[in-house]
DNA sequence: AAGTTGAGTGCACAGTCGTACACTGACTAG
DNA sequence: CTAGTCAGTGTACGACTGTGCACTCAACTT
């Protein structure tokens, strides 16, 4: 159930959860919104994405099914706001991460780092992601297609200013850094199977991770076109 | 709709479509069930395996919804016959490919070669275990799960008689693996989002996945514990 | 020839689904 | 102060869901 939010005008006395202050219109409004994506992003803890109704979310939401449509034109709508609030983030921080560090270890090591601690404070958001991701046609595996591209051509710039990478043609740049998109996504689908609290399976997936883009990372020096 | 099984007693005239012959009683019963799979994946084209219904494949299949019920316990077993069924032929074709080849370059072109073709003649098959392969907890994913790992270990079997890889711990050599079954597994999604017939983005995508492969294979001469 | 088995039928049920429609009443702009 | 906007309400609909139950009748066993 998680953090079902009060939208009822009837009930908002009881909003005195948060300071509150002036509620505005639109203000009102964003909330019930955000409530509707805390909704389904808690249903979708252990379901898939085509299988959650209109209904479970509204009712999730605290607010009647019909009410939806005021901040979503279909489901679907809804879940590509959930994907966009999904990698908002990160991809600036996993851009901070690589940046700040010089040479291959070190970028993998942060990268790696960064990744985990994300994808920790947000599991819920990445399970849902990793799950649509192949899940089919339709908006929300489009929506992911688009912003893994993104994430990849991220990661080419970053790359071309390795010194044995300058003079590789963008098309296998772009080659090695879906490579290395991938491999992290594999990562994140690990990490989430690991049951809460494990710490020590968390300590060996981030290793083998680790190893995994050393591995990658190895042949570069000895490639040609 | 595709190939819509005959299955109601009061058709079985129009079955003449095989020479039929001396139709038993449970080979009867297995026609239905193949029915029913064909059906499902005929249905799976385009959506996912949550969204399907009993009702939906048992309409496909030409029987009534109650009559599923003969030949598997839950849509859940349905799927589970389903990952079976994709992955049945695949590993041994695989394994086949890789053995008669020797050295890198050989075992690589073969084994793309091998995964392309297969792809191609089942198409509904690869799609459905792509879509399904994260689509969350459950039966199907288990299964596909168990099956990846087999590829996986299938895989490492054989990249152990390579010269260089002969002394790696078994550790490495599995990572190596995976490695290799994820970009492969990729392959496998971009061939399936190419629109049919273009044959040019087909063969993109093959030395695409060559590359791949060598990119990753490069770096193991210089791999160190 | 008589009896048993079981794949497939048809009906019926209680739920859930998306969404159309007319509504209310707190906020807000004039 | 007044009129309008619009987030949220309640009812209602037809369509679809999984599954229980009693059934038929061809294929099989004895």
Known sequence: MGHAAIAST??????AEEPAGPVS?????QRTR??????????LADRSFASLS??????????????????????????VALVEETTRTLRGMLRGARTEQRGYGGMIRASVHTLHRHVR??????????RERYAGPGAVSR???VEMRMFSS???LDLARFDPLRTWPT?????????????????????LEIRPGDTAADERTLVAAEKRLRMILLGVPHWQP
Chains 1, 2 share one sequence.
Not at 57 to 75: D, N, Q
């Open 10 to 15: 009837l009930l908002d006395v009881s909003a």
């Open 25 to 29: 219109r639109q203000e009102r409004k």
């Open 34 to 43: 955000q409530a509707l994506l805390d909704a389904a992003l808690d249903l």
């Open 54 to 79: 209109l209904r479970e979310v509204a009712k999730g939401a605290g607010i009647v099914p019909t009410a939806f449509y005021r901040h979503f034109s279909s489901m679907e709508e809804l879940g």
């Open 121 to 130: 404070e947000h599991e819920d958001h990445f399970r849902f992601v990793t």
């Open 143 to 145: 929506a992911i297609a």
């Open 154 to 156: 991220d990661l080419a």
């Open 171 to 191: 098309e296998d740049l772009h080659l090695l850094a879906d490579l290395i998109v991938t491999a992290m996504l594999g990562t994140v689908a690990e990490l």
